[in-house]
């Protein structure tokens, strides 16, 4: 069983840069497709970006994509999340979640997940 930790958020200005961590445990990493998804106060959890257990295969929101780039290292059991030129709108909580198959954009598709970490955009 999967057991998922994020790190790395914070407050940051608009056009700053965070990286989010997320260090899997417990399960067989690398078999998995991992995701970051988020959750802005008063809206539903949505989906930010997927990666194939290959590394290869990369999905982005289009709300992120060209800022943000999900990449992963399966020696440290680790996803990330690299977030540029960041805006008040990204302000949310990320979550870090895994599944035993191919990448899927809904929330109800993961079997695990971590905690969450906030990140917060100032204007």
């Known amino acids: 069983q999967q057991q998922l930790v994020e790190s790395g958020g914070g407050l940051v200005q608009a056009g700053g840069s965070l990286r989010l961590s997320c260090a899997a445990s417990?399960?067989?990493?690398?078999?998995?497709?991992m995701a970051w998804f988020r959750r802005a106060p008063g809206k539903e959890r949505d989906f930010v970006a997927a990666?194939?257990?290959?590394?290869?295969?990369?999905y982005h929101a289009a709300s992120v994509r060209g800022r943000f780039t999900i990449s992963r290292d399966n020696a440290k059991n680790t996803v990330y999340l690299q977030m540029n030129s960041l805006k008040p709108e990204d302000t949310a909580v990320y979550y870090c979640?895994?599944?035993?198959?191919?990448?899927?954009?809904?929330?109800?598709?993961?079997?695990?997940w971590g905690l969450g970490t906030q990140v917060s955009v100032s204007a």
């Open positions: 979640a895994a599944r035993d198959g191919l990448e899927r954009w809904g929330p109800t598709e993961y079997d695990y």
């Open positions: 417990g399960g067989t990493f690398m078999g998995y497709t």
């Open positions: 990666i194939r257990w290959n590394g290869r295969n990369k």
